[in-house]
């Protein structure tokens, strides 16, 4: 039990990788670098391997229920300060654990997060190499490897939310890597604003969670609605919690409409590319939907809903994924897209598949991308497809990789991806023949768009203008090709794992995943049509290879002999359908008009911020206006009613009648003076007054 005892050891190592280069990589040589955060991660997927591979006996002996491993309480303490109301009115108790989970769905996240970034690591030191910031790009691959280890081990919403968001931290780091570029900046800041939407509506929903269950740990959480199924099948708390942590995977997995971050995540260097927007970051949503599958299953609403806009965006990013020219931007779509595949098949009741798909897309997805980021490297940083060609003698491991990489995603048999595909597509007929026509039409649209990219960059003929470009094309060093090498061994054998039973197999990969997703609540998922199994499943297997054989047909005609100036079949059949798609349906343009109001009517700049700044005109014309205007009357009255106090109140009504009385008390104020001896000299006065006046009379 050495490996799972010591399982918080595994997100610790690329964490102490990344706090060295924060703290003295400016000091050490690349190679150092190089040693420490390859090092770290190689060791993490060691451990990875040990961990899982002791779990495997152990969950054999203990009935295959989860290990867990808990270090100590983080948030709440036996107390009770953090006591709360459940729902139904009975007494809970927050609590979050620092504390790891392994069980066979965080197995198998944990083992190709660990293999497929330790291949992208190694790959790194060669891409990277002569860029500046060397210990800071891996300083941000450590920290990324750190949190994306822990929302996959977090053994509670939580714990799983921190890492959630280190990874949207470390996302926006690294597509801004170049932030000298003010397009890279964009799109980072592009990435951290709307990923933000999606975290709240996490946030809100963990809230219900704990109001419904009185826990947010996994088994916690699992255990209460499986045995509680009977009575929360159909409850709107279950609806609102659900449909609220599906809004935080549609941010974080770029599902409609919140996926225009990740187009725009290509500013970044090709191997965060790879890392964290093909392989591991963008299925963190699809992962904590997959470990909810207990709450998602008892509201049909939230399965519909997530079912729905899996197949919605499948098709979307597919059709603008057929005329894009960066060949970046085209695999960006694509991953858009097989999102939504994995959506689809959440949605309809197939987690196994789903999650299948995440598995063998992990390894041919960052094969395509890493790929990319070679042919990049040999073109000198040209990523235009118009001005590439007749590529594929020049670079023959990159060509040989990438077309095993394409013949997967396309589901070609017995690639990786024609398993996990056609897989899908079976569930998404048994549940609505509605969204089996969504998602072939998506197959299609995929083989034509990637067999596209081959044609343009590999096979028609060549249309690099620069001859310092074409003269200096080569071969990417060893660094790179051999993770290309070993992700197109597992683009091709990763498949394997979930052989059907239809065609001989016994799906070991689905028989792995049993403990996790089979409960009596899925009994009362949304009704499948189970009508017409057997042949009927080898006819939509034959119709799905066939979509694969004809999307390769059309790219095949239309590009194969694509020289300079060709014109797009779609351009020439339906210019209006053409810059639609060349300009992503406008949803950008759309957002632009909405949020900033970058586009304008004369002078008056509209959309919200245009609300913003006629608000602002409002308050500071209208309102502050008023607020001055009464302060104005204000006071003029309290001037009037100063001047009416002082001279007619004071003046005439309080001081008027004492200066009246002041005059008219005057000639008798004049003869009381209130002196004994001037009164006797006046009565002597009077006295002698009166005699003189009788004597003279």
């Not at 941000?140 to 890492?163: D, H, K, P, Q, W």
């Not at 995440?358 to 997805?365: D, E, I, L, N, Y």
């Not at 810059?579 to 008056?604: A, I, P, Q």
Request: with cysteine; glycine share 10%.
């Amino acid at each position: 039990m050495l490996f799972l005892d010591h399982i918080w050891l595994i997100p610790l190592l690329p964490a102490v990788g990344a706090a060295l280069m924060f703290f003295f990589g400016r000091r050490l040589q690349k190679s150092t670098v190089s040693a420490v955060c390859v090092g770290s991660v190689v060791l993490a997927f060691l451990m990875a391997c040990g961990g899982v591979l002791q779990y495997t006996n152990w969950g054999a002996a203990n009935g295959h229920r989860p290990y867990e491993k808990i270090l100590y309480t983080w948030l709440g303490t036996d107390t009770g300060h953090l006591n709360y109301q459940k729902s139904d009115g009975t007494p809970a108790s927050f609590r979050a654990d620092a504390g790891f989970l392994l069980d066979p769905l965080s197995s198998i996240w944990l083992l190709f997060v660990t293999g497929v970034g330790m291949l992208i690591h190694i790959y790194s030191t060669g891409y990277m190499a002569h860029e500046g910031g060397y210990y800071r790009f891996f300083g941000y691959l450590n920290l990324f490897m750190f949190s994306m280890l822990t929302l996959i081990l977090a053994n509670n919403y939580v714990l799983m939310f921190v890492g959630w968001e280190g990874v949207g931290l470390c996302s926006y780091l690294l597509i801004g890597f170049y932030f000298h570029r003010k397009s890279a900046s964009d799109a980072a800041n592009k990435a951290f604003i709307v990923n933000r939407i999606g975290d709240a509506g996490f946030i809100l929903g963990m809230f219900f969670v704990a109001w419904l269950c009185g826990s947010l740990r996994f088994i916690d959480v699992t255990g209460f609605a499986r045995d509680h199924a009977a009575t929360l099948m159909g409850n709107p708390i279950v609806t609102a919690a659900t449909l609220l942590l599906f809004v935080g995977a549609c941010g974080k997995s770029a599902q409609l409409p919140l996926y225009v971050w990740l187009p725009d995540a290509m500013e970044g260097p090709t191997p965060v590319s790879a890392l964290i927007h093909a392989a591991t970051m963008v299925t963190a949503g699809v992962y904590m939907v997959a470990r909810s599958n207990a709450l998602f299953v008892l509201s049909r609403e939230s399965m519909l809903v997530v079912a729905i806009v899996g197949a919605l965006t499948a098709i979307f990013a597919a059709s603008i994924g057929l005329v894009q020219n960066d060949i970046k931007r085209v695999l960006a779509y694509s991953t858009v897209s097989q999102l939504g595949y994995m959506f689809l098949a959440l949605g309809v009741g197939a987690f196994s598949a789903g999650v299948f798909h995440v598995f063998t897309h992990a390894f041919f997805k960052a094969l395509l991308f890493l790929g990319a980021g070679s042919v990049i490297h040999a073109m000198s940083g040209e990523q235009d497809m118009r001005n590439m060609g007749a590529l594929s003698e020049k670079i023959p491991v990159t060509f040989r990789t990438m077309l095993v990489a394409t013949l997967a995603i396309a589901g070609i048999p017995i690639l990786a991806g024609f398993f996990s595909k056609d897989e899908i597509l079976w569930q998404a007929w048994k549940f609505s023949p509605y969204l089996w026509a969504i998602g072939f039409a998506t197959a299609l649209m995929t083989a034509f768009y990637m067999f596209r990219l081959m044609y343009l960059t590999f096979w028609s003929p060549s249309r690099v203008t620069s001859h310092e470009v074409e003269h200096h094309i080569h071969e990417s060093p060893k660094s790179m090709t051999v993770p290309l090498v070993v992700l197109a061994f597992f683009s091709i054998t990763a498949g394997w794992l979930g052989w059907p039973a239809s065609l001989g197999g016994s799906n070991h990969f689905e028989k792995f995943l049993e403990p996790v997703f089979a409960n009596a609540a899925e009994k009362e998922a949304p009704p499948a049509n189970e009508s017409g199994l057997g042949l009927t499943e080898y006819l939509l297997m034959g119709l799905s290879v066939a979509a694969a054989g004809v999307g390769w047909l059309m790219a095949s005609r239309a590009y194969s002999n694509a020289g300079k100036g060709y014109t797009e079949p779609i351009a020439a059949a339906a210019p209006p359908v053409y810059d639609t798609l060349l300009n992503k349906y406008y949803v950008d343009e759309g957002y632009d008009y909405v949020f900033t109001g970058r586009r304008k009517l004369g002078d008056v700049r509209l959309g919200v911020m245009g609300l913003g700044e006629a608000s602002s005109w409002f308050d500071s014309h209208v309102i502050d206006g008023a607020v001055n205007a009464a302060g104005w009357i204000t006071r003029s009255t309290a001037t009037f009613s100063s001047w009416w106090d002082k001279w007619i109140i004071d003046g005439i009504g309080v001081n008027g009648p004492a200066i009246l009385a002041r005059m008219l008390s005057y000639p008798a104020r004049l003869f009381e003076w209130g002196l004994v001896q001037w009164y006797a000299l006046v009565m002597t006065a009077g006295l002698v007054g009166f005699v003189f006046y009788y004597v003279y009379h």
